[in-house]
């Protein structure tokens, strides 16, 4: 519920690409993010992350709200390209995200329920928002 938001357009270096890939296991890409600031008033109550992921053949595009103590608050499907695997974009199974941080195990099967049909855009999906929670704790939260 922020009032507003500030863009910033963060630039990982390498050694932070390289921190954020030790401590999620999963591999960075690219080192070019967008991120808002969200502020209630003149207080930040979070951050806004868009990020892609490559489903089986095509990106998918999301958001990550995050709070101010590392957590997920919402994650959304903003782009979805591939002909299978849409189920990721629905609200039931991305709820499972709430309220998870970087020290969530965030594995399919394990507390992240896999999709039948939607294996690979589960999976990535899971993968980007893990990768994201590391960044934010290496960049944001420091």
Not at 62 to 73: C, R, W
Not at 99 to 115: E, R, T, V
Request: net charge positive; hydrophobic share 35%; aromatic share 10%.
């Amino acid at each position: 519920n922020g009032t507003k938001f500030e863009r910033q357009m963060i630039e990982l270096t390498k050694e932070q690409m390289r921190m954020v890939q030790k401590s999620s296991n999963i591999p960075v890409r690219n080192g070019k993010i967008n991120v808002w600031n969200v502020l209630n008033g003149q207080q930040s109550i979070g951050t806004f992350w868009i990020d892609q992921v490559v489903g089986k053949h095509e990106f998918i595009t999301y958001a990550v709200g995050i709070n101010t103590d590392g957590k997920v608050i919402q994650v959304e499907i903003l782009d979805y390209r591939e002909t299978y695997g849409f189920q990721v974009r629905e609200a039931n199974w991305r709820k499972q995200f709430l309220g998870k941080s970087k020290d969530s195990p965030l594995k399919l099967g394990q507390d992240i329920q896999n999709i039948s049909g939607a294996t690979l855009s589960c999976r990535n999906v899971t993968d980007g928002v893990k990768r994201i929670l590391a960044t934010y704790d290496f960049v944001i939260k420091k």
